[in-house]
T-cell receptor
Framework: KQEVTQIPAALSVPEGENLVLNCSFT??????LQWFRQDPGKGLTSLLL?????REQTSGRLNASLDKSSGRSTLYIAASQPGDSATYLC??????????FGKGTRLSVIA | NAGVTQTPKFRVLKTGQSMTLLCAQD?????MYWYRQDPGMGLRLIHY???????AKGEVPDGYNVSRLKKQNFLLGLESAAPSQTSVYFC?????????FGPGTRLTVL
């Protein structure tokens, strides 16, 4: 059974810092991995999708990497801003089974 | 495109009452999902559907029923609400890769 773990559970950084959020999964036989952002009281917004054949995806200040063999993905946020404060979730797609989500990392960027 | 929409946004029920949550998507996606999100538990899958007329159980299906009579709609029903079903419910749909989520329904069962 696929399990997804996100560390740390919460993170607080000063504005302008570069930061890394971690996601690990137990079964490396995945199709893709997706990073989401959730603001308080809101739904999830898809940030980046990495296919199993890819090593990384970039969107603006966000960069997500995937190391399938070691069961790890990282989300790198450059030059963090207070508006980046949210909960970030990663989710793994192992094929015909539904996405398996981590519990998220709650990020606070302090101005 | 409206994306994924959910109705209602908020609801308060008394124990034993029934209700239906509606999810609609206009992206012609085959796959649709219902999740609940609780503090410290993360997102848990209730039921999902891989196409019109099909449904399947997820991780926490007990106490819920679903129907997918039309491709664009996925209904989640609570026949007899219990306080343990107080949660935020999210609907999602998926194309080949990306998953799109609705804004959520906050349900309180007293």
């Amino acid at each position: 059974k696929q399990e997804v773990t996100q560390i740390p559970a919460a993170l607080s950084v000063p504005e302008g810092e570069n930061l890394v959020l971690n996601c690990s999964f137990t079964d490396s036989a995945i199709y893709n991995l997706q990073w989401f952002r959730q603001d308080p009281g809101k739904g999830l917004t898809s940030l980046l999708l990495i296919q199993s054949s890819q090593r990384e995806q970039t969107s603006g200040r966000l960069n997500a990497s995937l190391d399938k063999s070691s069961g790890r993905s990282t989300l790198y946020i450059a030059a963090s801003q207070p508006g980046d404060s949210a909960t970030y979730l990663c989710a793994v797609n192992s094929g015909n089974t539904p996405l398996v989500f981590g519990k998220g990392t709650r990020l606070s960027v302090i101005a | 495109n409206a994306g994924v929409t959910q109705t209602p946004k908020f609801r308060v029920l008394k124990t034993g009452q029934s209700m239906t949550l509606l999810c609609a998507q206009d992206m012609n996606h085959e796959y649709m999902y219902w999740y609940r999100q609780d503090p410290g538990m993360g997102l848990r899958l209730i039921h999902y559907s891989v196409g019109e007329g099909t449904t399947a159980k997820g991780e926490v299906p007990d106490g819920y029923n679903v129907s997918r009579l039309k491709k664009q709609n996925f209904l989640l029903g609570l026949e007899s609400a219990a306080p343990s079903q107080t949660s935020v419910y999210f609907c999602a749909s998926r194309d080949r890769g990306r998953k799109f989520f609705g804004p959520g329904t906050r349900l309180t069962v007293l």
